[in-house]
């Protein structure tokens, strides 16, 4: 299979690159850059003498289409609502890792994003590719919005209480910790050195862009769901998204049943790892993986359930994910190219 990778020089594409480089089915056919063509991967990354030869194309859709199977957007939001509709327009498969697809109200999307929203019948057809929890059969998929990081984390922690329990969605709370890579690489005051070394930010308290997505999904999984209450903090570190989620319990569950609850839930997901009763993870110990690591605690004294979860925000939250949608597009067993253990410490 041939794909091409369209953002290729920022931290979402080369992690494209380092998953792609040893994925047995896939040739990268095409890197593209809108400001740096002519030029080569090792220019911006040094490191990544695999590609050495590799030239940065610019992005002619047509000549994308021609020459790949599928085509990679890990673009802003913004330019993905452009860029990828005229990719589909020649025929070409995509998978976007931006926020531009991810939500079917256009309403929505235009208040929260603050641009004006990709065209319905898009929208529409795009799946969203929650990849433990996809609703749809996605090898005859055209377009996959691969979900925010953010996102990923909560709803993977979230997923088997909304279904399966009644709970009152309207107490859950997610509170979000990131590394700074969250932030893409170019360089702003926010992530500078000096502004985030030894320091701990609250961001964009009240208005992330995350958190119609996250209830976008919970109100498909549970009629009753609605507003969340969602916080979001930098925390100087490269990589790792934590989210520890706290919910209201009906009074008839027990610590055991919830334990089996998300057990069973995720017995056939090789990449959610439910942690041993007592033990919780720590953002090292998924970096550089696409595993997301789930811990529940149940606190007697206040009846709620706390939910602890942790991703690499570029792998599971980011390229890893669209790599699994990948797979899962092409009839491929999900786990090709993504067996990556965590790096650690
Ligand atoms: N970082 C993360 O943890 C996550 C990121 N995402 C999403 O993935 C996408 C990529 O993120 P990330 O890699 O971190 O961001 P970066 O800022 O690191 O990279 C953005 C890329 O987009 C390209 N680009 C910028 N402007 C344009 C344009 N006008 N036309 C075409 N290409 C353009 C840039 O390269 P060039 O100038 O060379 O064209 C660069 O390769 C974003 O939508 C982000 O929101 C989603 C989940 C997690
Ligand atoms: C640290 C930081 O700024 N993180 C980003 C993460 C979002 C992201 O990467 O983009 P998507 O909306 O495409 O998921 C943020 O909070 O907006």
Same mark, same amino acid.
């Given at each position: 299979?041939?794909?091409a990778?369209?953002?290729a020089?920022?931290?979402g594409?080369?992690?494209?690159?380092?998953?792609?480089q040893q994925?047995?089915?896939?040739?990268?056919?095409?890197?593209?850059?809108?400001s740096?063509?002519?030029?080569?991967?090792v220019?911006s990354?040094?490191?990544?003498?695999?590609?050495?030869?590799?030239?940065l194309?610019?992005?002619?859709?047509?000549?994308?289409?021609q020459?790949?199977?599928?085509?990679?957007t890990?673009?802003?939001s913004?330019?993905?609502?452009?860029?990828v509709?005229?990719?589909?327009?020649?025929?070409?498969?995509?998978?976007?890792?931006?926020g531009d697809?991810?939500?079917?109200?256009?309403?929505?999307?235009?208040a929260?994003?603050?641009?004006?929203?990709?065209?319905e019948?898009?929208l529409?057809?795009?799946?969203?590719?929650?990849?433990?929890?996809?609703?749809?059969?996605?090898?005859?998929?055209q377009?996959?919005a691969?979900?925010?990081?953010?996102?990923?984390?909560?709803l993977?922690?979230?997923?088997?209480?909304?279904?399966?329990?009644?709970?009152d969605?309207?107490s859950?709370?997610?509170?979000?910790?990131?590394g700074v890579?969250?932030?893409?690489?170019?360089?702003v005051?926010?992530?500078?050195?000096?502004?985030?070394?030894?320091?701990?930010? @609250?961001? $964009?308290?009240?208005?992330?862009?995350? =958190?119609? %997505?996250?209830?976008q999904?919970?109100?498909g999984?549970? +009629?009753? /769901?609605g507003t969340?209450?969602f916080s979001?903090?930098?925390?100087p570190?490269?990589?790792g998204?934590?989210?520890?989620?706290y919910?209201d319990?009906?009074?008839?569950?027990?610590a055991?049943?919830?334990f089996?609850?998300?057990?069973?839930?995720?017995?056939?997901?090789?990449?959610?790892? @439910?942690? $041993?009763?007592g033990?919780?993870?720590? =953002?090292? %110990?998924v970096?550089?993986?696409?595993?997301?690591?789930? +811990?529940? /605690?149940?606190?007697?004294?206040?009846n709620r359930?706390?939910?602890?979860s942790?991703?690499d925000?570029l792998?599971?939250g980011?390229?890893?994910q669209?790599?699994?949608?990948?797979?899962?597009?092409?009839?491929?067993?999900e786990k090709t190219?993504?067996?990556?253990?965590?790096?650690?410490p």
């Amino acid at each position: 299979m041939k794909a091409a990778i369209v953002g290729a020089t920022g931290y979402g594409g080369a992690e494209l690159i380092r998953i792609l480089q040893q994925h047995p089915e896939v040739t990268v056919q095409s890197y593209h850059s809108s400001s740096q063509w002519g030029g080569s991967i090792v220019d911006s990354y040094p490191h990544m003498q695999a590609v050495s030869g590799k030239e940065l194309k610019a992005i002619s859709h047509e000549q994308i289409a021609q020459d790949a199977d599928l085509a990679f957007t890990a673009t802003p939001s913004g330019v993905s609502s452009k860029l990828v509709p005229e990719l589909l327009k020649h025929g070409i498969r995509v998978i976007d890792l931006s926020g531009d697809f991810r939500l079917k109200d256009p309403r929505q999307y235009e208040a929260w994003y603050n641009s004006k929203a990709p065209d319905e019948v898009i929208l529409e057809e795009a799946v969203y590719g929650l990849a433990e929890w996809l609703d749809t059969d996605v090898r005859n998929a055209q377009l996959i919005a691969n979900p925010g990081c953010y996102p990923t984390a909560a709803l993977l922690g979230l997923a088997p209480l909304v279904k399966h329990l009644p709970i009152d969605p309207a107490s859950i709370i997610i509170d979000a910790k990131t590394g700074v890579s969250g932030a893409g690489r170019k360089a702003v005051p926010v992530t500078h050195y000096t502004e985030m070394n030894d320091n701990l930010k @609250i961001y $964009k308290v009240l208005e992330h862009q995350h =958190t119609p %997505e996250i209830e976008q999904v919970l109100s498909g999984w549970n +009629s009753n /769901a609605g507003t969340i209450t969602f916080s979001t903090h930098l925390v100087p570190m490269t990589r790792g998204i934590m989210t520890t989620i706290y919910i209201d319990v009906p009074e008839s569950i027990t610590a055991e049943k919830l334990f089996e609850l998300y057990q069973e839930s995720y017995k056939d997901c090789y990449f959610v790892r @439910i942690r $041993k009763k007592g033990t919780y993870p720590s =953002t090292k %110990e998924v970096y550089g993986s696409n595993f997301c690591d789930l +811990s529940l /605690a149940y606190d007697e004294r206040t009846n709620r359930i706390m939910i602890v979860s942790v991703i690499d925000n570029l792998v599971k939250g980011a390229a890893g994910q669209a790599v699994q949608n990948m797979n899962r597009m092409f009839g491929i067993d999900e786990k090709t190219g993504l067996d990556l253990a965590p790096v650690y410490p």
